[in-house]
């Protein structure tokens, strides 16, 4: 066998390994993509076995535990996977939200401010991220703090009345009346049964009547 028929061969040989990987990761994203996240959890755990560095298996995994509940498990696979890469943002910001869920106010914040520092503002998780960083100044009681980040979050998704609410919240917390009425009107503009905006707006009614 000539040289050049070797590297078309070990050619052919990468393409179809290349091809088999990408299948398997699209099943694991499929699945993931349709809510079935104990599935894909399994398939994400398949693939590392033959394929240990992929961090776009890795990131399915943390997503699909951090979906189904296993925070403990996400915090263990995006530290895992950030030893092959320290830079990888997928699993720096799952990182961070499993903190988030676990309770780990302080390095939630770091690590979601690592992940704002490292991606564009497009980045699909942004929102997310500055949303995530409201709530735990919220519970740090830094309302203002809170304001700001949910503000962000909001303009990330404006049609989001939780959001609207957590950031009517911040501001009421923080004695900032009128604009916390802005902020639960224009979540029960978008969903008149948000309860939340409800019993806010109704609270510091009698500061601003």
Not at 26 to 41: C, D, E, F, M, R
Not at 53 to 80: I, M, P
Not at 158 to 177: I, S, T, V
Request: glycine share 4%; aromatic share 12%; charged share 25%.
């Amino acid at each position: 066998m000539t040289r050049r028929m070797l590297c078309a061969a070990a050619l052919l040989v990468f393409a179809a390994l290349l091809l088999h990987a990408q299948t398997k990761e699209t099943v694991a994203q499929k699945l993931y993509n349709s809510g079935k996240y104990k599935q894909a959890i399994e398939q994400c755990k398949a693939d590392l076995e033959t394929s240990p560095e992929n961090f776009d298996t890795y990131a399915v995994l943390c997503w699909s535990l951090l979906k189904n509940g296993q925070y403990r498990e996400a915090e263990y696979w995006a530290t895992e996977g950030l030893k092959i890469g320290n830079q990888e943002h997928r699993l720096i910001e799952a990182l961070a939200e499993a903190k988030y869920f676990l309770g780990n106010n302080d390095a939630a914040l770091d690590f979601f401010q690592k992940y704002i520092s490292l991606v564009r503002m497009n980045a699909s998780r942004v929102g997310d991220a500055y949303y995530y960083m409201g709530e735990i100044y919220i519970r740090k009681a830094m309302f203002n703090h809170a304001d700001i980040a949910l503000t962000l979050a909001t303009r990330f998704e404006p049609r989001n009345d939780n959001w609207l609410a957590r950031l009517g919240y911040a501001r009421e917390m923080a004695k900032n009346y009128r604009e916390s009425a802005m902020a639960y009107t224009q979540a029960l503009e978008i969903n008149p049964t948000n309860q939340d905006a409800t019993r806010g707006k109704e609270r510091i009614s009698k500061y601003i009547y």
